[in-house]
């Protein structure tokens, strides 16, 4: 640098041209990447790639070698030498499990009410965190506090409670007290009350209740009250995503004669479509894996539908008894929870999108 | 914007009874959009809340015929639990001293993370997809069915064969005996270095369990104004000093956010010790074995209660907020 003065040379009136000296490349690639600042960037760009590449092996791992041991012979599961690519090559799990375990059969209807509870959840929590975020009034944090409670309570905490309240299913003692079955305590009143037959309900409902096990019903009426498996979750992310939405828009749509729900239905609910399929996304997800409800309230499994989180076990065709038996038959229950998983995760692929930018576009804080 | 407004006041000022019914109005139509949730509150969780209690304090019966009967015993059940029971107690401490040791773990790991995803680099979007992939798919079924493979390991261990169970995977990446003596060289203490080993031993859980966090963070992390970064990279901040300065005050209400979730999420979920101690309790207790379970589990509830409310009312003492204007 120590002939920086730079040419000037005068080519017009009022034209000048300067010329520099420029740096020669070699010296200007040695400033540009041989500096301090430049190394350290490299260096951690490199250790977080690595690191990222790390833990998304962790959590990538456990499903390759689901899906390597499903292809697995028995030979070979036995066979130390033999770890993520199989020796023998087969299919014969997935045969079995296709043919045994009626999977044609659950995958439909599991498709089918997944689909339906999730929409119900997803548009009932939008319905509910709608109304808490852009209404106000008394009791407002009140019902938000109890949404909060439903969440916070465990469903196991409840799960025997809900298993007897579906099976002698009663809305609020009416049904009860409609077919006379409903009790105060005192003799002379119980007489009375229990001479009440509305309906001739009296004689279709023995027990003065319904059982509704084995039925959808449960599902679907805790989809429709926003009391579902992390409902309480939902209803909270779509109020703080509907906070966020600006009160002019819906200024704007009432002047121009739009009603409340009118404005709901077609002006807000297009508009949180990244946030609505995350939590579709997750709700149907949660159906699709959940094997807590689907337990209690599918006992029967002659009368209800079958859920593929049902057919996890051993199918008759394999045999696996045998040196290695364990281990064959926790290859036979991981290639069940691949086949359960696969549609599931054909769905992310193309939903992962939405995942990430709702939960961005909530400007989710906590107020 | 503005235009449009006015005449809407112009038109609303003569009638000021108007204004108030329009409040009214304004909040019935409030009340509409959650009745779905007062309903079902009303008659499904409540009634399911009100027995759930009832439960625990009662001996029930099944009526030849249909129907139960309750009679009430006052706290039998809770004195069976804790001292006839023999497991109880101790899976109870157990498992909250894994909640204790589980929550930072996790609160910390989501915002490491939530803080890398959040920077541009290649493969951004495949990572972020990858990491949130186990917050759809492992759980229920899933859960279950690995729970099933660590009993797999335990007896082919000697086999020496990958099961497919996360807990192989992790064991194969890091050596804990490797990094005890790498640590124990450093001269930190030895229940740091322990929770480090932990931590790392029990990363395929930890790491599985955090998706929910991360996105939460990272949807924190993005709310805070680009502007601020700037104006510390100017002033000649280090990355150090704006992360404590400003990145960490700005996501605190995150945290406390997260802390909660977490604490709920990691004892409500199926793999949690003490809630697998009384899904099973009901078939080894000869008499009242549901009855009993219940008062196990409301609690085992109410100790949560305390401790989350103990978390929440120290750490919203540090949360910082943005006023708005």
């Known amino acids: ?367 | 914007m503005t235009e449009q407004v006015m005449p809407n006041a112009a038109i609303k000022k003569p009638k000021k009874k108007k204004i108030a019914s329009l409040d009214k109005r304004k909040a019935r139509v409030g009340w509409v959009f959650v009745l779905p949730f007062l309903l079902g509150f009303a008659f499904i969780y409540l009634p399911m809340l009100f027995n759930s209690i009832k439960l625990a304090f009662c001996d029930m019966t099944t009526i030849t015929g249909g129907g139960v009967e309750f009679r009430f015993t006052g706290f039998e059940n809770f004195q069976y639990a804790l001292f006839t029971d023999a497991g109880f107690l101790q899976t109870l401490t157990t498992g909250l001293g894994q909640l204790v040791f589980e929550v930072p773990a996790i609160l910390l790991f989501s915002l490491f993370m939530a803080i890398l995803l959040n920077q541009k680099m290649i493969g951004r979007a495949a990572f972020r997809a990858i990491f949130f992939l186990p917050v759809v798919l492992a759980t229920g079924v899933m859960e279950s069915i690995e729970a099933g493979n660590i009993l797999g390991t335990m007896m082919g261990s000697g086999a020496g064969i990958d099961d497919g169970s996360g807990s192989s995977a992790a064991s194969e990446i890091v050596s804990a005996m490797d990094f005890e003596a790498l640590f124990a060289s450093m001269k930190i203490g030895t229940e740091l270095v322990k929770y480090v080993v932990d931590i790392i031993n029990d990363i395929y859980a930890i790491v599985n369990r955090s998706g929910v966090q991360m996105l939460i963070f990272l949807s924190g992390l993005q709310s805070i104004s680009p502007a601020i970064y700037e104006a510390c990279r100017i002033d000649g901040a280090t990355g150090w000093e704006t992360f404590w300065k400003v990145t960490f005050p700005m996501i605190s209400p995150m945290i406390l956010v997260n802390a909660v979730y977490t604490i709920i999420d990691s004892f409500t979920t199926g793999s949690n010790q003490v809630m697998t101690y009384i899904a099973n309790a009901p078939s080894g207790i000869p008499v009242n074995g549901t009855e009993i379970a219940t008062a196990m589990s409301w609690m085992y509830f109410l100790i949560v209660v305390v401790i989350l409310a103990a978390v929440a009312g120290i750490m919203s003492s540090f949360v910082f907020y943005q006023r708005k204007d």
């Not at chain 1, 600042?37 to 760009?45: A, D, E, G, P, W």
């Not at chain 1, 799960?159 to 305590?185: C, K």
């Not at chain 1, 709901?264 to 699709?288: G, R």
């Open chain 1, 1 to 367: 640098m120590e002939n920086s003065m730079p040419k000037i040379k005068k080519e017009s009136k009022n034209k000048i041209r300067v010329e520099f000296d420029r740096t020669p490349l070699k010296e200007r690639l040695k400033a540009k990447f041989l500096n301090f600042y430049f190394l350290q960037t490299i260096v951690v760009k490199i250790l977080r790639f690595i690191f990222l590449l790390g833990i998304a092996y962790v959590v990538l791992f456990p499903f390759f070698s689901k899906i390597a041991s499903s292809f697995m012979s028995p030979e070979d599961l036995l066979d130390a030498t033999v770890r993520l690519v199989p020796k023998n090559f087969t299919i014969d799990i997935y045969k079995a499990i296709w043919k045994d375990l009626k999977y044609l059969e659950a995958v439909t209807n599991t498709i089918l009410i997944s689909l339906g509870l999730a929409l119900i959840q997803t548009f009932v929590c939008c319905v509910i965190a709608y109304g808490l975020a852009k209404y106000k009034f008394k009791g407002n944090g009140i019902i938000f506090m109890l949404v909060m409670i439903t969440m916070i309570i465990p469903h196991k905490t409840l799960q025997s409670s809900m298993s007897m309240n579906f099976t002698y299913f009663d809305i609020g003692g009416i049904l009860s007290f409609l077919s006379g079955g409903a009790s105060v305590g005192i003799e002379s009143i119980d007489e009375i009350l229990a001479q009440i037959n509305v309906f001739g309900l009296a004689e279709a409902l023995p027990d003065h209740s319904i059982n509704l096990k084995n039925t959808l019903w449960p599902f679907v009426i805790l989809a429709a009250t926003g009391l579902a498996f992390k409902n309480g979750l939902y209803v909270f992310m779509l109020r703080q995503f509907f906070k966020g939405i600006p009160d002019s828009l819906e200024e704007s749509a009432y002047i121009d004669g739009s009603g409340d729900f009118r404005t709901f239905l077609q002006i807000i609910l297009p508009m949180s479509v990244p946030m609505m399929i995350t939590v579709f996304l997750f709700s149907f997800c949660w159906q699709w894996t959940d094997t807590f409800y689907t337990t209690m309230f599918f006992t029967n499994l002659k009368q209800a539908p079958l859920m593929l989180s049902q057919i996890v076990g051993i199918p008759k065709s394999l045999d696996t008894s045998g040196a290695g038996q364990a281990l064959y038959e926790t290859a036979i229950y991981n290639t069940c929870g691949i086949m359960i998983i696969a549609p599931l995760v054909v769905l992310y692929v193309f939903l992962q999108r939405y995942l990430v930018e709702g939960i961005e576009r909530s400007g989710l804080t906590a107020e």
